[in-house]
């Protein structure tokens, strides 16, 4: 499955990036009838090139390359049209800002038109194929909670290449195993699915065995889930995954992301300090208590360390005891709720950063008045405590704002989908996700 959706990916940023410079041509055939040339070709493709990227990273944080996102209804225009949008404008300023030896102002207007038309033609068409193009057919054994989620999911995202062709409830119990050579030979099944436990089970192991002739792909539930909601199943997980999973060292991620830290938030620091004085003066003036709000959270290995933040609520939030923060948490002071809004109440966790107790990215240290319990109610919860916890994490660009158990347990799923592929790379697409959750879903 990662395969062809890497195929798919690869393929749909290469047709992008074709029908970028084709419209930067149309462009040039338009605004220069008489006098284009490969010359005037030349002296736009450098600025434009470096537009470009900027461009497939707001395409990214747009998630218009996620394949979820990627069938033809209304919100998909929307999307496509308001990151087009954000695109042009961002272009604008990058040729305002820095002089490229060109003045593109009609031709970037024109140029945004073109392209605006043809990448609606593209995207509709490429959605098109995608969802038509012949699936895999897949063939499911067992039953489970976990795996009508699957199956319902796959039926209502087409786009991403699966079709249940069959479904065995029963598991090893189902007379219809007798005959899953014959099964797979007439629905012409590629992918079958089979859950942890049933992988323990010597006969469907044997019945399996002697159908490897058929060519069919066999995936373990775990591994399917985890590729398709980017989420790893709880409820499927034993202690030996974790062996097999998290035991493995990434000593050249921990080798270049310290420094990385400390430099990056070196330069926020600096250039966000005016921020912090007028922030502080806001808090000071507008309700009695603290400028910055100290609360004991849990970190890396379970040492507790002191988070700082912008003060948001009354000094007086807690006197009944530490409480879940709601949505619209009463105690919420005017100041607070813009800080909130706009997530300035985070900056001065910059310093826990500095000082080695957070992370720019990782899973959301929590308070230890509420560890205990989530310890005792969520199986495994601890294991999120195995790295450093982060300012922004996987659980908090995938998953809404909550504060319950559920909402624990649905978190720590994302949590360890991150510890188990834990990368620079993931931790910049991470970054670049909070910066789209910033401004779309404000606190």
Same mark, same amino acid.
């Given at each position: 499955?990662?395969? !062809?959706?890497?195929?798919?990916?690869?393929? &749909?940023?290469?047709?992008?990036?074709?029908?970028?410079?084709?419209?930067?041509?149309?462009?040039?055939?338009?605004?220069?009838?008489?006098?284009?040339?490969?010359?005037?070709?030349?002296?736009? !493709?450098? %600025?434009? $090139? /470096?537009?470009?990227?900027?461009?497939?990273?707001?395409?990214?944080?747009?998630?218009?390359?996620?394949?979820?996102?990627?069938?033809? $209804?209304?919100?998909?225009?929307?999307?496509? #049209?308001?990151?087009?949008?954000?695109?042009?404008?961002?272009?604008?300023?990058?040729?305002?800002?820095?002089?490229?030896?060109?003045?593109?102002?009609?031709?970037?207007?024109?140029?945004?038109?073109? =392209?605006?038309? &043809?990448?609606?033609?593209?995207?509709?068409?490429?959605?098109? /194929?995608?969802?038509?193009?012949?699936?895999?057919?897949? !063939?499911?054994?067992?039953?489970?909670?976990?795996?009508?989620?699957?199956? *319902?999911?796959?039926?209502?995202?087409?786009?991403?290449?699966?079709?249940?062709?069959?479904?065995?409830?029963? #598991?090893?119990?189902?007379?219809?195993?007798?005959?899953? $050579?014959?099964?797979?030979?007439?629905?012409?099944?590629?992918?079958?699915?089979?859950?942890?436990?049933?992988?323990? *089970?010597?006969?469907?192991?044997?019945?399996?065995?002697?159908?490897?002739?058929?060519?069919?792909?066999?995936?373990?539930?775990?591994?399917?889930?985890?590729?398709?909601?980017?989420?790893?199943?709880?409820?499927? /997980?034993?202690?030996?995954?974790?062996?097999? *999973? &998290?035991?493995?060292?990434?000593?050249?991620?921990?080798?270049?992301?310290?420094?990385?830290?400390?430099?990056?938030?070196?330069?926020?620091? /600096?250039?966000?300090? %005016?921020?912090?004085?007028?922030?502080?003066?806001?808090?000071?003036?507008?309700?009695?208590?603290?400028?910055?709000?100290?609360?004991?959270?849990?970190?890396?290995?379970?040492?507790?360390?002191?988070?700082?933040?912008?003060?948001?609520?009354?000094?007086?939030?807690?006197?009944?005891?530490?409480?879940?923060?709601?949505?619209?948490?009463?105690?919420?002071?005017?100041?607070?709720?813009?800080?909130?809004?706009?997530?300035?109440?985070?900056?001065?966790?910059?310093?826990?950063?500095?000082?080695?107790?957070?992370? =720019?990215?990782?899973?959301?240290?929590?308070?230890?008045?509420?560890?205990?319990?989530?310890?005792?109610?969520?199986?495994?919860?601890?294991?999120?405590?195995?790295?450093?916890?982060?300012?922004?994490?996987?659980?908090?660009?995938?998953?809404?704002?909550?504060?319950?158990?559920?909402?624990?347990?649905?978190?720590?799923?994302?949590?360890?989908?991150?510890?188990?592929?834990?990368? !620079?790379?993931?931790?910049?697409?991470?970054?670049?996700?909070?910066?789209?959750?910033?401004?779309?879903?404000?606190?």
């Amino acid at each position: 499955m990662d395969n !062809l959706l890497r195929f798919k990916k690869a393929f &749909l940023i290469v047709g992008d990036a074709a029908v970028f410079y084709f419209s930067l041509l149309v462009t040039l055939f338009i605004r220069y009838p008489d006098t284009f040339s490969k010359n005037i070709f030349n002296e736009h !493709l450098g %600025p434009f $090139s /470096l537009v470009l990227v900027l461009w497939f990273l707001i395409f990214y944080i747009a998630g218009l390359y996620d394949f979820k996102n990627l069938k033809n $209804s209304l919100q998909f225009l929307k999307t496509l #049209g308001a990151s087009v949008l954000i695109n042009i404008l961002t272009a604008s300023a990058l040729f305002y800002i820095f002089s490229f030896g060109i003045s593109p102002k009609r031709n970037l207007l024109l140029f945004a038109f073109v =392209f605006n038309l &043809l990448t609606a033609f593209w995207r509709s068409g490429f959605n098109t /194929l995608v969802s038509r193009r012949q699936p895999q057919k897949t !063939l499911v054994i067992g039953d489970s909670p976990l795996i009508q989620e699957t199956l *319902n999911y796959l039926r209502q995202n087409p786009q991403l290449g699966y079709e249940v062709a069959g479904w065995l409830k029963r #598991g090893i119990n189902d007379p219809e195993l007798a005959n899953l $050579s014959q099964i797979i030979t007439d629905q012409k099944i590629t992918t079958l699915i089979i859950p942890p436990y049933l992988k323990e *089970n010597q006969k469907l192991i044997q019945t399996l065995y002697k159908n490897l002739a058929l060519g069919v792909e066999i995936s373990d539930l775990t591994d399917f889930f985890e590729q398709v909601f980017k989420k790893t199943p709880l409820s499927e /997980l034993e202690e030996h995954w974790f062996l097999e *999973n &998290l035991a493995k060292p990434r000593q050249l991620y921990e080798t270049f992301k310290r420094p990385l830290e400390i430099f990056l938030t070196s330069i926020i620091l /600096l250039i966000t300090s %005016p921020l912090f004085l007028i922030i502080g003066f806001l808090i000071k003036i507008t309700s009695p208590g603290p400028i910055i709000y100290k609360q004991t959270r849990i970190g890396q290995l379970e040492k507790p360390f002191i988070l700082y933040k912008f003060r948001t609520m009354k000094a007086d939030a807690e006197k009944n005891g530490p409480q879940w923060a709601s949505k619209n948490d009463s105690r919420v002071t005017f100041i607070g709720r813009i800080l909130r809004f706009c997530h300035l109440d985070e900056l001065p966790q910059l310093f826990n950063i500095f000082k080695g107790e957070l992370s =720019f990215v990782g899973p959301r240290p929590e308070r230890p008045e509420f560890i205990k319990e989530l310890k005792e109610k969520i199986p495994y919860y601890e294991i999120r405590h195995l790295v450093k916890p982060g300012i922004t994490g996987w659980a908090q660009i995938n998953y809404r704002y909550g504060a319950s158990l559920e909402d624990a347990y649905k978190k720590l799923e994302y949590d360890i989908f991150y510890l188990k592929n834990r990368s !620079l790379i993931l931790d910049l697409l991470i970054i670049l996700k909070t910066i789209k959750a910033i401004f779309a879903t404000p606190r």
